[in-house]
């Protein structure tokens, strides 16, 4: 199945094919005339934002592009001023046209991952979202963020944004939102050729920048789509309801996280394991704050900020971003995945944000069945063993993210946008909502019952009855069956069945369904459990169980038969200690029943008629989460050795104490 898009890309390639590239430069002395401002030498270095490469294209096409990126643009460079002085690094590509008074919107991302590669011979490989935008011709902005690459000033993670009472033109102040003012300012006043008319996008934090963009929009500010974009790193990426995202901070922070002295194009190296198996390098390690002793030295900042502010205090609610989406003057289409194990928190939250704070704002909400970013560089047909039938990224680019930028840079036609366009995933089909959560839904409980069982219905039993596991930090759950040195993408949609089979994780199914059931909308753990600690972790996750055979005999791309999998929907961890506020944790009294309640995130999903749905209950999910010491410590980055015990976990049953999953559900057009 080929979409618009593919037709336009072949009939693109068609254009110039058999044509020569010529060579294109801008001698240095030009570029210091446009604009009057101070340009940069030439540096034969080449750098790309990895969000914005296009994999799975292969060499030759690759290169293809890059030869008609040469052919139709003329790359400039700039040191733009902000209010207080500092200069923003920003390259920008203006189309060849013969024409002098012809008019282009552009097209602007905001990075700290690098706008290179650097010096004005050297060209970027992609410019827009996909090609049809640089077909149909914009002025591409890239630009590093204050204290990145070229750059000057200092970086500040997750930069906290002022409440301001003043527009951002009168106010001398600066954050990431006047940064990206200062730089429209610049950029219309400028750069030849510009229609007046700006675009924002970024994924993930290029997508923070760009709802950073949005608050007390600039004038030329147009359309701004954030995609995965970071809202609060307390909730997204780094932390999951206070447990700590132990393998992707490292990771990320060991060179994302070194000190820039001065202006640089290096790129700082990562940690190197010394494995490929991360399991057992997290479990080798031992507590957190051996990740100092043995790798880091106290030479990442940041980590030490992280392990200084373990609860959600001043520090980490300064970093949220959601509470100033305010004056968004701007259309505003938001995009994420459902199986984002990143960034799932951050376009959800952006989008609610903006909808409740800028009510008469045109803000629109784009979910599909893809990985961090998989929109942008994947057809969207599958990941990992989990099928959607067709390329659903590929319809997104074509059908929603190009026609929204033509349509508001441009003029050309509306596209036919929903409030928000969602992705059904286990029936494989988009559907269209006036609003998000939707409506028309069915609030709907699924009981934790004896015999491993699920009941919607809650149960009769009068006597007091629980379910019991031995939970090891020595030995905890892993949380797919592959852990490499690369972060996993495709665990969120893995067959649970290795953990299923554990004794340490608890599992209750429904009936096998006599009709469609379809989950929206947000869903909550809600659930009652004693321990003989004084601090633990709780995993909720749902499954949706195939059939133990399927009629047709289905078989993956790997050979693995679907018959029996039972393949994650969504998971989410606890951190107890949190289960009454994130501010100000407190042990747990061991042997008390206690209850704690908390979100797993949106979904839209049908279990269709023949499966079971199943919920898992577990302790440990490692190293996708730090290992809780199950003994509490006012702060678990410094825990010992000794603190780490193995306890005994029960998850109440019993009247006034029942354990449960709240949900809502979705009238489906093919229930029987």
Request: charged fraction near 25%; charge should be negative.
């Amino acid at each position: 199945m080929h979409s618009v898009l593919d037709q336009g890309n072949q009939r693109f390639r068609a254009q110039f094919a058999g044509r020569v590239a010529p060579k294109l430069s801008r001698p240095f002395s030009q570029g210091f005339a446009v604009g009057k401002v101070r340009w940069i030498a030439a540096v034969l270095l080449t750098v790309s934002l990895a969000v914005l490469v296009m994999p799975g294209v292969d060499a030759q096409e690759s290169s293809t592009r890059a030869d008609r990126i040469r052919a139709s643009y003329t790359k400039y460079e700039a040191m733009i001023p902000m209010r207080d002085g500092v200069r923003l690094y920003t390259s920008y590509y203006v189309p060849n046209d013969a024409a002098t008074d012809k008019k282009y919107p552009m097209l602007m991302v905001r990075t700290p991952y690098s706008a290179g590669p650097y010096g004005a011979d050297q060209y970027r490989s992609s410019l827009g979202p996909n090609e049809a935008f640089e077909e149909s011709k914009y002025i591409f902005v890239f630009q590093d963020v204050r204290g990145k690459y070229l750059s000057e000033g200092l970086y500040d993670n997750m930069r906290p944004q002022i409440a301001r009472t003043k527009p951002n033109g009168g106010d001398v102040a600066t954050d990431e939102s006047t940064d990206t003012f200062d730089t429209i300012e610049w950029l219309v006043n400028n750069v030849q050729q510009n229609s007046g008319r700006v675009g924002q996008w970024g994924i993930s934090y290029p997508g923070f920048y760009t709802s950073a963009g949005t608050i007390n929009s600039h004038p030329a500010l147009k359309a701004a789509s954030p995609q995965a974009p970071i809202a609060d790193w307390f909730w997204d990426d780094m932390h999951r309801n206070g447990a700590f995202n132990v393998q992707l901070a490292t990771t990320f922070f060991s060179s994302f996280g070194k000190s820039r002295p001065e202006p640089t194009v290096e790129r700082s190296s990562g940690l190197d394991f010394g494995t490929d198996d991360a399991y057992q390098f997290f479990l080798d390690l031992g507590p957190l704050k051996n990740v100092n002793e043995r790798h880091f030295g106290g030479s990442i900042a940041f980590w030490n900020d992280i392990i200084q502010h373990p609860n959600y205090d001043a520090f980490w609610q300064s970093r949220n971003i959601l509470p100033h989406l305010k004056n968004v003057n701007c259309a505003v289409l938001v995009v994420g995945g459902w199986y984002d194990t990143e960034d799932l928190y951050g376009p959800l939250e952006t989008y609610a944000a903006i909808e409740r704070q800028n009510p008469n704002a045109t803000n629109n909400l784009v979910m599909g069945p893809w990985y961090h970013g998989g929109w942008n560089r994947s057809k969207g047909d599958s990941l990992g063993d989990a099928r959607f039938d067709w390329p659903t990224a590929e319809w997104y680019r074509d059908q929603i993210e190009f026609p929204f930028f033509e349509h508001h840079l441009k003029d050309a036609e509306a596209p036919k946008l929903a409030e928000a366009t969602v992705f059904e995933t286990g029936a494989n089909r988009w559907r269209a909502f006036d609003n998000w959560p939707p409506e028309e839904v069915e609030p709907k409980t699924l009981f934790l019952d004896k015999d491993q069982s699920l009941s919607w219905a809650e149960p009769t039993n009068t006597a007091q009855e629980a379910d019991w596991y031995i939970s090891d930090p020595a030995k905890p759950v892993p949380y797919t069956t592959e852990i490499t040195a690369r972060w996993s993408r495709e665990y969120i949609v893995a067959d649970q069945r290795f953990a299923a089979r554990r004794p340490d994780v608890l599992v209750y199914r429904s009936d096998p369904l006599e009709h469609d059931v379809t989950i929206a909308g947000p869903l909550t753990a809600d659930m009652w459990f004693r321990t003989t600690g004084s601090d633990a972790d709780l995993v909720v996750k749902l499954i949706d169980e195939f059939p133990g055979r399927l009629s047709n005999g289905s078989r993956s791309s790997s050979g693995d038969f679907q018959s029996g999998r039972q393949q994650l929907v969504r998971g989410q961890v606890m951190r107890l200690r949190f289960r009454d506020s994130f501010e100000e944790p407190k042990p747990i009294v061991p042997g008390e029943a206690t209850q704690a309640k908390w979100e797993l995130h949106d979904i839209l999903h049908t279990f269709k008629r023949g499966h079971r749905i199943m919920i898992q209950v577990q302790s440990t999910w490692f190293p996708f989460v730090d290992r809780n010491p199950q003994t509490y410590v006012e702060n678990i980055f410094e825990a010992g050795e000794t603190d780490f015990v193995r306890q005994e976990h029960e998850i109440l049953r019993g009247p006034g104490m029942r354990s449960r999953v709240r949900l809502t559900t979705l009238p489906n057009p093919t229930s029987s």
